[in-house]
């Protein structure tokens, strides 16, 4: 059974064309509220396993229960996938996903297992 969790990432997946407004606001929020938490850069296009565009979050395991309501109730409708960090790469974007929106078909074949 694994519990090592070292902390979490939260993709914001947003469209550059349509919702990019959204995620900067989003993304704004979370900076503001959030000082722990250390925001990625901007990917207006696929990058990684990532189908489309988005930005990651990455906070510790405390931010946890305060970082995902919060995103959870101010996403404006932005398909967000929030995973644990325990080294095994593969496993906690697909096995350890959670999903606030539409789950994406990620390209898992890029992430070592």
């Given at each position: 059974?694994?519990?090592?969790?070292?902390?979490?990432?939260?993709?914001?997946?947003?469209?550059?064309?349509?919702?990019?407004?959204?995620?900067?606001?989003?993304?704004?929020?979370?900076?503001?509220?959030?000082?722990?938490?250390?925001?990625?850069?901007?990917?207006?296009?696929?990058?990684?396993?990532?189908?489309?565009?988005m930005y990651q979050?990455?906070?510790?395991?405390?931010l946890f229960p305060?970082?995902?309501?919060?995103?959870?109730?101010?996403?404006?409708?932005?398909?967000?996938l929030v995973h644990?960090?325990?080294?095994?790469?593969?496993?906690?974007?697909?096995?350890?996903?959670?999903?606030?929106?539409?789950?994406?078909?990620?390209?898992?074949?890029?992430?070592?297992?």
């Amino acid at each position: 059974m694994e519990t090592a969790i070292t902390g979490w990432h939260a993709h914001i997946y947003y469209d550059p064309a349509t919702t990019r407004g959204d995620a900067a606001t989003l993304r704004d929020a979370i900076a503001e509220r959030f000082p722990a938490a250390v925001l990625g850069r901007w990917h207006d296009v696929p990058v990684g396993p990532h189908p489309t565009a988005m930005y990651q979050v990455a906070f510790p395991a405390a931010l946890f229960p305060h970082l995902v309501p919060f995103i959870a109730l101010n996403r404006a409708g932005l398909t967000v996938l929030v995973h644990p960090e325990t080294g095994r790469q593969r496993a906690d974007h697909t096995a350890h996903a959670l999903w606030m929106g539409a789950v994406l078909p990620l390209d898992t074949s890029v992430l070592p297992e």
